[in-house]
């Protein structure tokens, strides 16, 4: 209330900062009547010059300062390019556009707020797309490329076709990434001044440029410099949910455990039921004791309360959704008598009661959460003859007796332990796959979650309730669902390559964002993406009418209340936008209005194009629309004649979705520029987001007002309960996309490494320097393996580094000469230099070692076609890289699952798995140089082959998930030349992260040489 107060009389810090940006509207306005009075050919000069000059400004920092000066002329010029085009039809998707817009001052605000890297918030209707060409024309001048993200391939190709006027005429290029296109198209479009596109072609571009190509020719991407996103909620939060992955088949599958233990989980679901229906039985025979006919409270009331809310929290903990369940909680006191028995439960520190009550059910389901837990007895019931068969081994104690046996020897011990771990690893995997079934069981249902289709299961996107074909569940659960409906189980997939969106947006150095409704996340934004919300005023005041919500007790009572607001206006011949959540919902819509003869039409977000069309028609007189709150997005609804006088269009939603922003975003479809429009939700308590995140105090509420059959509740403190109750949700996906996000992060380093370790390669013109370098790596953590500083060479284990030598080179070097090197040793490594910290004997060796390699190396090259030759180097490192990256991402992705298993324990699974993480990472960078090493002398002989079958690897990425390579075999096959010695070297000890010198690098002796041209020698 008292910020209230302050606001109204200081105004908000977002209203300061609009009005700070008030005198450079005025500027620009100036500049641009100016203009109006030159000819044409002025504005295409002024671009020409301005993009001259900045594109050679290389630090970032003067070419802000530059960027920001020139917004004034800038904008002004953009503009006057706007009035030029007016009354000229332009080609938008093969239609022509009377273009008619000439941007109002309040979009000179948003386009000023996304050059400063702001989110713009503009209501729907405001005339985004146009605000967006002002800042990326003024950014394009750079010449290092702007980037404008779309949520769908139509709007791409639409606003690039729409906006792409305005920028030619200008002299700017235009370009737009589709689907389909191949990578020569794509680099053109890239190669425009400005590139439009989805968020997933752009990461999946990104992926294969840098996970995937093996050559800078196949590489299309040339920066990310700044990236406008529209619908920004839309994509860097809804989409931000699931990561974006190319992936092949999965060496490891669990298809047969889903199978094998089907059986016991049905009979267990089966049991579960009947001891939940049990327990709801007991509880509905207690109801009428505890109010009785005659309205008077028994004496035992208290005692029975708890009673009747214990067997209804068993009930809902073992079968949430059942619905008997739901029947009793229409009640609205007995819904209070278990939110009351939790409550007191989760007061309890110990939980001890809270376990005591879960171990009553054979497994355990948190609806929230999304998890299903198997207790004591439901272990007990899936394997009566050993209890154990579901417990995880405590490795550490079991690795601990066996360090600490007396009976065993060094290879014994490893043998023991092994056998420990193979079991812990099949035990993980059994318990997995139970829990994942039971998931499947219990908390994915058919026709809500997924449907099933040509014998697949296809997911239903809960946010938009469109089908996401192709795209799958992960760990396992996808499989888990298909098990469960007796259809085609199919491989699982490992990741190739994978990226956060995120983690992709934060590689642009400058991100903005536009959209309708960002406030509600506006804390999001800011933590994860650094970006501020600029909340911008509309052009003319919004007129819309919001009524209050109407809550009634069940689903039922609340479609016929629809069914009835429906038919009223419909008679009036006002148009209506009516709103689901669901696929399922607007279904079941469609079939009632079928039922009462109304005309209508219905979108599912699944075909943009067609239903853009569709949408673009939903403000005409008459016309009803039932659509998903993501069909047709971002599509203009304009008012047909008539409709205006009769209300303009009433948006109708059925439901409140789980985030407020969503439903704000469909308030938003009317009541553009100005038109007059009313909204109004419809709520049950059946509703998912009532039962699940309802509180005790709309249950109250509802109470006191004493909610009959039939009847229908509608009050403002309502309203407030509601949003309560969706801010919960909210918050809980936030929690999940930063828990996601955190995971991703360690990734995100790992990845950074790794992809700049290729493109190194990628783009190096000498690449047989860095093979050296690598080799020298290789040979000096080998030296440091099996010889020492401080002991005597003739105690060292010299065997073993001639074994080594000998193994992976073609050398056939003796004992004896190493001894000899070794002996010979009289100098010192320099200070600093990698090598420092060697004995002169050890860097005797080491140089020894190297140069031999060094040599025999000169000896091969000199029979090799020089030209071919860069290539097969290249060739010989990205293989390593690529194999044992993809072997580490599939480990990375079993930790995740594993770990998830070990937070059983007290320990922060996110902290276990950073040092997991760490540790695998570190492996996996000796493995790859060892694994380069190796191949030095190996890889010329099958050039051809090798060369064809990298430019054959199929790269099909379709959505989240992508199609698998057509030919896994040939995957396998090519590194079976490596693979041998890899067992070998894999065992080496990381290596520590000193600083080192590489010998490219500036010597440390300050001689301002290369290394290896001074002390490196
Ligand atoms: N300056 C302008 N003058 C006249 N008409 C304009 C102007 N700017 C935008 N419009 C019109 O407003 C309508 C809405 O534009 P647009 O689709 O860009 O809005 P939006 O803000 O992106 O909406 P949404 O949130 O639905 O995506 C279009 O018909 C467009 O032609
Ligand atoms: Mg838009």
Redesign the pocket.
């Given at each position: 209330m008292i910020g209230l107060i302050f606001r109204k009389i200081f105004g908000s810090r977002n209203d300061r900062e609009v009005k700070r940006l008030r005198p450079l509207v005025a500027r620009i306005n100036q500049i641009e009547q100016e203009l109006q009075s030159q000819p044409e050919s002025v504005l295409r000069e002024k671009t020409a010059a301005w993009k001259a000059r900045l594109s050679t400004i290389q630090d970032n920092d003067e070419l802000k300062r530059e960027l920001e000066a020139l917004i004034p002329e800038a904008f002004a010029v953009v503009k006057n390019a706007?009035r030029r085009l007016c009354g000229t039809d332009v080609e938008v998707r093969g239609h022509p556009?009377r273009w008619?817009?000439?941007?109002?001052d309040v979009?000179l605000i948003g386009g000023m707020g996304l050059h400063l890297g702001r989110i713009a918030e503009?209501?729907?209707?405001?005339?985004?797309?146009?605000?967006g060409t002002m800042p990326v024309y003024l950014n394009a001048l750079t010449g290092r490329g702007v980037h404008v993200v779309t949520v769908n391939d139509y709007?791409a190709a639409r606003?690039s076709d729409w906006m792409g006027h305005v920028y030619t005429f200008l002299g700017l290029s235009v370009g737009c990434i589709l689907h389909d296109q191949p990578p020569s198209v794509r680099r053109e479009m890239y190669q425009c001044d400005i590139t439009y596109g989805t968020n997933a072609e752009f990461g999946f571009d990104y992926l294969r440029d840098n996970g995937m190509a093996t050559r800078k020719e196949e590489q299309v991407q040339r920066g990310h410099y700044f990236a406008i996103v529209?619908?920004v909620d839309s994509i860097l939060i809804d989409e931000a949910r699931t990561p974006l992955i190319i992936s092949g088949p999965a060496v490891v599958s669990m298809d047969q455990k889903f199978v094998e233990f089907k059986p016991s989980v049905q009979r267990l679901v089966q049991a579960q039921q009947e001891l939940c229906n049990r327990f709801l039985r007991e509880a509905e025979a207690l109801i009428p004791k505890l109010r009785p006919e005659n309205g008077v409270p028994p004496k035992n009331a208290a005692d029975l309360e708890q009673e009747i809310g214990m067997l209804l929290y068993r009930s809902k903990l073992g079968q949430p959704r059942s619905e008997g369940l739901m029947r009793v909680f229409e009640e609205p006191r007995n819904q209070q008598l278990v939110q009351r028995y939790e409550a007191q439960l989760l007061t309890d520190q110990s939980k001890k009661e809270l376990y005591a009550q879960k171990e009553e059910l054979f497994f355990a389901i948190e609806e929230k959460s999304h998890e299903a837990d198997l207790t004591e007895k439901g272990r007990a019931h899936l394997s009566p003859n050993d209890p154990d068969a579901f417990v995880l081994p405590d490795l550490p104690t079991l690795y601990h007796q066996i360090d600490t046996s007396t009976e065993l020897d060094a290879k014994g011990r490893m043998e023991a332990k092994g056998g420990i771990q193979a079991q812990f690893e099949e035990k993980a995997g059994v318990i997995h796959a139970l829990s994942q079934l039971l998931k499947a069981y219990c908390l994915y249902e058919r026709d809500v979650q997924y449907v099933v289709q040509d014998n697949k299961v296809i997911i239903v996107d809960e946010h938009t309730g469109r089908l996401m074909s192709g795209r799958r569940w992960s760990e396992g659960l996808h499989q888990a669902v298909e098990a469960k409906e007796n259809v085609q189980i199919e491989r699982e997939t490992q990741t190739l390559a994978t990226i956060t969106i995120q983690n992709y947006f934060r590689l642009y150095t400058k991100l903005a964002g536009?959209?309708?409704t960002a406030e509600t996340e506006a804390q999001e934004f800011f933590d994860i993406y650094k970006l501020g919300v600029l909340t911008i005023p509309t052009?003319r005041p919004n007129i819309r009418k919001d009524s209050n919500d109407t809550v009634y007790k069940t689903r039922r009572e609340k479609y016929n209340a629809v069914l009835k607001e429906l038919k009223e206006l419909h008679a009036q011949g006002r148009p209506i936008l009516v709103g689901t959540i669901s696929v399922e919902a607007s279904e079941m819509l469609s079939r009632m209005l079928k039922k009462e003869g109304i005309v209508h039409s219905v979108l599912n977000a699944k075909y943009h194009e067609q239903e853009a069309e569709i949408v673009a028609r939903a403000g005409q007189k008459g016309s009803l629309t039932i659509a998903t709150n993501m069909a047709g997005?971002?599509?203009?609804?304009?008012l047909g004649a008539g409709v205006a006088e009769l209300g303009g269009l009433h948006v109708l939603c059925t439901e409140r979705h789980e985030s407020r922003r969503i439903d704000r975003?469909l308030r938003?479809?009317c009541s553009?520029?100005g038109d007059p429009g009313s909204s109004h939700f419809f709520i049950s308590l059946e509703d998912d987001l009532m039962r699940l995140f309802g509180s005790e105090r709309i249950t109250k509420v509802m109470e006191r007002m004493g909610l009959e059959e039939g009847q229908e509740l509608e009050h403002p403190l309502l309203n407030r309960s509601i949003q309560t109750a969706q801010k919960r949700v909210e918050g809980h996906y936030f929690q999940q996309r930063k828990r996601t996000l955190e995971y991703d992060d360690v990734m995100n380093k790992q990845r950074e490494v790794v992809y700049g370790f290729r493109n190194d390669i990628i783009h190096a013109d000498d690449v047989r320097d860095r093979l050296m370098d690598i080799m020298e790596e290789v040979v000096l953590q080998k030296v440091e393996q099996f010889t020492h500083r401080d002991s005597e060479p003739g105690d060292w284990d010299i065997r073993g580094m001639a074994d080594w030598v000998n193994l992976n080179f073609p050398l056939g070097m003796p004992e004896e000469e190493i001894l000899k090197a070794a002996r010979a040793g009289k100098v010192a490594p320099v200070e600093g230099s990698m090598f420092d910290g060697l004995s002169e004997a050890q860097f005797s060796v080491l140089n020894f070692i190297s140069k031999s390699i060094r040599d025999s190396y000169e000896l091969k090259v000199s029979f090799e076609r020089i030209d071919a030759l860069t290539n097969i180097e290249r060739y010989t490192i990205l293989d390593a890289i690529d194999r044992l990256w993809q072997e580490h991402l599939y480990g990375m992705d079993s930790l995740r699952n594993s770990i998830g298993l070990r937070a059983y324990g007290q320990r922060d699974p996110l902290i276990e798995y950073k040092a997991e993480a760490f540790k695998l990472f570190d492996a996996l960078m000796v493995n790859i140089k060892s694994e380069i090493c190796h191949n030095i002398f190996r890889s010329a002989s099958s050039l051809m082959a090798f060369e064809q079958f990298l430019h054959n690897l199929p790269q099909t990425t379709t959505h989240e998930t992508a199609a698998p390579f057509q030919d896994p075999a040939s995957l396998a096959e090519s590194s079976n030349l490596v693979s041998e010695a890899n067992e070998v070297l894999s065992k080496a000890q990381p290596v520590h992260a000193v600083p080192r010198v590489g010998r490219n690098d500036v010597c440390p002796c300050g001689s301002g040489k290369k290394y290896k041209k001074c002390c490196g020698q």
């Open positions: 706007c556009i008619e817009m000439v941007p109002f979009q503009m209501a729907t209707g405001e005339g985004k797309t146009l605000v709007l606003d529209d619908e536009m959209t309708g052009n997005r971002g599509t203009d609804i304009k975003q938003g479809r553009r520029q």
